[in-house]
């Protein structure tokens, strides 16, 4: 169970171009999600928390403009970044938790980004 | 600044022997205290995880121990194995913060056959 999907794996894309990311949780209904961004050999750091039917709230120094969040279903969250540079290379990661704040968060199997 | 230190950076032990890693956290409000483990050009797959009203926790190879007055606690596994071989990242949070997690730094572990 608590299985988090996320596509596409693997994503590359020449400079301006806007690209999305989906994660979908299969076996539950997530009432919140989370977008990660991950640098080569460092921890996550956190971008947004995404509740469903509500906007996301985004952590400091993320440009929302920059990183569309939708959670419009208990399902799926979506992430779109618009106008993609090459400093927007990075693997992204969705985690999607079921029920209150105390339960755990689980992972997709991240999103490879490389912008040309 | 880093909410959760972790240690060491990284380690390497013999198949059968022990692996331990460490954390320390500074906010007393932290109550759920989760690991995760990550293979390469994966997302992080939960491991095991504690609450502040135990102090340890056992599941398979794997147990945490958790000191609340010390603010620490650790992950141990038990008789490594080469498929242990992974990044391992501890991770804290608040119940009222949306459940956020604070992850630390991670420390790679490489089991040698």
């Known amino acids: 169970g608590a299985v988090v999907s996320q596509h596409p794996s693997r994503v590359i894309c020449k400079s301006g171009t806007s690209v999305k990311i989906e994660c979908r949780s299969l076996?539950?209904?997530?009432?919140?999600m989370f977008w990660y961004r991950q640098f080569p050999k460092q921890s996550l750091m956190l971008m947004a928390t995404?509740?469903?039917?509500?906007?996301?709230?985004?952590e400091q120094g993320v440009e929302k403009d920059k990183f569309l969040i939708n959670h419009a279903s208990l399902t799926l969250s979506t992430l779109t970044v618009t106008s993609a540079h090459p400093e927007d290379s990075s693997f992204y990661i969705c985690?999607?938790?079921?029920?209150?704040?105390?339960?755990?968060?689980?992972f997709g199997d991240g999103t490879r980004l490389s912008i040309l | 600044q880093q909410q959760v230190k972790q240690s060491p950076q990284s380690l390497i032990v013999q198949k059968g022997g022990i692996s331990i890693i460490n954390c320390a956290y500074e906010?007393?409000?932290?109550?759920?205290f989760p690991w995760y483990q990550q293979f390469p050009g994966k997302g992080p797959a939960l491991l095991i995880a504690?609450?502040?009203?135990?102090s340890e926790k056992k599941e398979g190879r794997f147990t945490i121990s958790f000191n609340k007055s010390a603010k620490q606690f650790s992950l141990h596994i038990m008789d490594s194995q080469p498929g242990d071989s992974a990044t391992y990242f501890c991770?804290?949070?608040?119940?009222?913060?949306?459940?956020?997690?604070?992850f630390g730094a991670g420390t790679q572990v490489v089991v040698t056959p």
């Open positions: 985690s999607a938790r079921q029920g209150y704040s105390n339960q755990p968060q689980h």
């Open positions: 076996d539950f209904q997530a009432t919140t």
């Open positions: 995404s509740n469903e039917g509500s906007k996301a709230t985004y």
């Open positions: 906010n007393t409000a932290f109550d759920y």
């Open positions: 504690i609450r502040p009203d135990v």
């Open positions: 991770a804290a949070s608040l119940t009222d913060s949306w459940g956020k997690l604070q």
